[in-house]
């Protein structure tokens, strides 16, 4: 039997690695042997690991360092000799544990540059190799370099397919990310929204609005708080909760998106909720689900995540997104980082229960018949076999 090694390079409670965590079943569900590598150790993949102890923690296989992109020659020069001289210490052990576990794909989970090391090493070990592009930035030079060892390129959505197809100047398949449908039938989802709605202190009269995702500059967060305290000038019953990760060692952007509430004197309007492996809850709790990425999100599986639940989502008009959200169908799009944008949408559903129950509908539906975690992993398998020339 030939085996699939999936390996992902985030931190490990990213949405790349929630994906992958519910990718992996189904793909077996189809006849498919994947396992999972791991660079980070975060909940998320100490989760999966535990669940499949076919699944490996090797944080050593990541690129070491980020490229310079000051442009400055010699900087350049220099990471790629360094690059160069991990590459070549660590390719034999890994082309050994490659051949160990006969592995003849290796599936690239977010992008190319973490996984020099190990795309040399499958190269070596006659391996095919798939990236699924995540990310939304241009190629480094390094990474340019081994672009020709790659055999396929896909990305989580059209709008990413277009964006690397015109960077790289090869075809990018577009497969567009899939979630799995919530496990809670109505009267579950009612249950789990009055007890997460009660731990977060608020009532029966509270339009809550819920932020997920890591605790970084450029997912919005800020944004998102400036816009509620501007929001509630209009309609005191908004209140908000910011659900996810600070990823910094020292917690920096936590204790500022903390500060700034306290400076804009909403502090008791927002919660700051830690990391959640079941994120069910938040979106239960929710009236309205925001995304406020101030700069293109490749998908944006928070949205599609919550429009499962029937939620109403406000969305940043960029990347990938306009992929999931139809525009005054299902959610509403404003301009990434457009404070008054956001806020104006915020109170305009604040104000309409009738519209957010509307989106929310519509939303679901679209949610359900296209971006399904099913269909998702059909379109991936159906590559698998392509490239492994199976029938």
């Known amino acids: 039997m030939t085996n699939i090694l999936i390996a992902d390079s985030g931190a490990g409670f990213g949405g790349t690695s929630k994906y992958l965590g519910e990718l992996l079943p189904e793909l077996r569900s189809l ?18 690991l535990e ?55 290796v599936h690239l989970n977010n992008e190319v540059l973490s996984h020099l090391p190990l795309i040399l090493a499958a190269k070596l070990a006659g391996c095919r190799i798939l990236c699924h592009l995540h990310g939304w930035r241009p190629m480094t030079m390094t990474e340019r370099l081994v672009l020709p060892w790659v055999d396929e390129f896909m990305s989580i959505s059209e709008a990413g397919a277009r964006y690397f197809c015109g960077g790289i ?53 800020e944004v998102f708080i400036r816009a509620l305290a501007s929001a509630l000038n209009d ?20 204790k500022r998106l903390r500060a700034l509430s306290e400076e804009l004197g909403i502090g008791g309007s927002v919660s700051f909720i830690p990391w959640m492996e079941d994120i069910s809850g938040a979106y239960a709790a929710a009236d309205i689900v925001i995304h406020a990425s101030v700069r293109p999100e490749p998908f944006g599986l928070v949205i599609l995540e919550a429009m499962q639940f ?26 990434p980082g457009g404070t008054l944008s956001l806020k104006k949408a915020m109170v305009r559903l604040a104000d309409d229960p009738a519209l957010r129950s509307r989106l929310g509908a519509q939303g679901q539906q679209r949610a359900k018949t296209e971006f399904s975690l099913k269909r998702n992993a059909e379109m991936i398998g159906a590559i698998y076999r392509r490239l492994l020339a199976l029938p």
């Open 310 to 335: 029937g939620r109403a989502v406000i969305a940043s008009r960029a990347g990938g997104v306009l992929d999931i959200v139809r525009d005054e169908v299902t959610g509403i799009l404003t301009e």
């Open 31 to 48: 006849g498919f042997s994947p396992f999972a590598v791991f660079y980070g150790d975060g909940p998320l993949a100490r989760s999966i």
């Open 169 to 221: 100047r090869r075809p990018v398949l577009a497969v567009p990310n899939g979630v799995a449908e919530p496990q809670l039938d109505s009267g579950q989802v009612q249950a789990v929204r009055a007890k997460t709605r009660l731990a977060w202190g608020w009532d029966e009269a509270t339009v809550g609005c819920v932020i997920a995702g890591r605790l970084t500059a450029w997912k919005g967060q």
């Open 51 to 105: 669940k499949m102890p076919d699944s490996e923690l090797h944080s050593e296989w990541r690129t070491a360092g980020a490229e310079d992109s000051s442009g400055r020659p010699f900087a350049r020069a220099r990471h790629l000799m360094k690059t160069l001289f991990q590459m070549m210490i660590l390719s034999p052990a890994i082309v050994r544990w490659l051949s160990k576990h006969r592995v003849g794909l």
């Open 235 to 254: 309609n005191p019953r908004l209140k908000g909760a910011i659900v996810g990760e600070d990823p910094s060692s020292d917690k920096s952007e936590s």
